[in-house]
């Protein structure tokens, strides 16, 4: 018979690098460097409503991990240590293997140490990821930060996370996207060196329209941002469905890129950021004082209706 604390053991201990006591204790006992702040954040993934029962375990793993590590990113932080609560229907060793695998390999890239969690008994899957991320003194990347004048930045490309999703038959035909919906690469990179160069962040979960309304809320300030602009992926260009690309592009969740506001002074410090990481950053619009408000332009510089952005309790 296998117990619960032989699944721990055999699944998700491993040594810390970086904590004083990691997995077998009554606590994990952690030593934050002096000086800096930590940055604190929980996502939680329930099957039914955030994968399937036959999704597979390995990219479960890293999702769970990634989209954690995203909101530490969005805030300037540098991933360190993380808890993982898991609800399990049954002791399958195969499936919590894969999912181990899926998960450390994201959390070694970075460093990251396992260090605590808990596991029980639950009639479906559900897996709950605490991420701790340690950023300097007074650097950290508010939601509130954004000043009129602010040029808006966006990292990678947007929708295929939400494409993948709606139309699981066009994923199979562009893997690339179905690589975005299932294993999602947190800008790790990025948010630690927006640090002093960007003046607010927020990581793209929910859809990009939505997720800037809550630096406008927060910043109270408005938007300007122009559709065509905002860098979508590759596959769209074939699909030629321009309601089911607006619709993805806007308000289409789970592409975890960042979006940040940074003063025009800094366009120069970020075009070599891009090309010093590989990664895109491309301007897509204006931070302007008044109403927290978004305004979006098409082509002919109309303003242009979007949906809003998933919510899990709206009627
Ligand atoms: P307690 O009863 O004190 O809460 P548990 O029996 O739940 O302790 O867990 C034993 C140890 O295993 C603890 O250090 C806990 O943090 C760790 N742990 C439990 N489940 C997991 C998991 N899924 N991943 C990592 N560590 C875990
Ligand atoms: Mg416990």
């Known amino acids: 018979m296998t117990s619960e604390f032989d699944l721990i053991r055999r699944h998700f201990e491993r040594a810390p690098k970086h904590a004083l006591v990691g997995v077998g204790d009554d606590c994990a006992l952690l030593r934050p460097d002096a000086g800096l702040e930590l940055a604190v954040t929980t996502d939680m993934l329930v099957e039914g409503r955030h994968f399937s029962a036959g999704a597979e375990p390995r990219a479960l793993g890293h999702k769970a991990l990634a989209v954690n590590l995203s909101d530490l990113a969005a805030m300037g932080a540098a991933p360190r240590w993380v808890l993982l609560a898991i609800g399990i229907p049954s002791a399958d060793e195969k499936w919590l293997k894969a999912f181990a695998a899926g998960f450390f390999a994201l959390a070694s890239r970075y460093g990251v140490d396992l260090v605590g969690g808990d596991t029980t008994r639950s009639p479906k899957r559900t897996i709950t990821v605490t991420a701790m991320g340690e950023v300097p003194s007074s650097v950290a990347l508010y939601r509130a930060g954004a000043r009129p004048g602010d040029d808006i930045w966006v990292s990678g490309e947007l929708g295929g996370a939400a494409l993948a999703l709606q139309r699981p038959k066009i994923a199979a035909q562009f893997p690339e996207i179905a690589k975005r919906l ?15 160069t960007a003046n607010a962040a927020i990581d793209v979960s929910d859809g990009i329209a939505g997720d800037i309304g809550h630096i406008l809320e927060r910043s109270r300030v408005g938007a300007v941002i122009e559709y065509a602009r905002i860098p979508r992926s590759p596959a ?76 899990h309790f709206r009627k």
């Open 236 to 311: 769209f260009r074939k699909l030629k469905k321009p309601d089911l690309e607006r619709d993805c592009v806007l308000s289409g969740g789970d592409d975890y890129e960042l979006v940040f506001t940074a003063a025009t002074a800094r366009r120069a410090d970020l075009e070599a950021l891009s090309r010093e990481l590989g990664l895109a950053l491309t301007r897509i619009g204006t931070i302007r004082s008044g109403e927290p408000k978004l305004t979006l332009l098409d082509a002919k510089g109309q303003a242009m209706k979007f949906k809003p952005a998933f919510d």
């Open 182 to 196: 299932h294993q999602p690469e947190p800008r790790v990179e990025l948010g630690e060196r927006l640090r002093g």
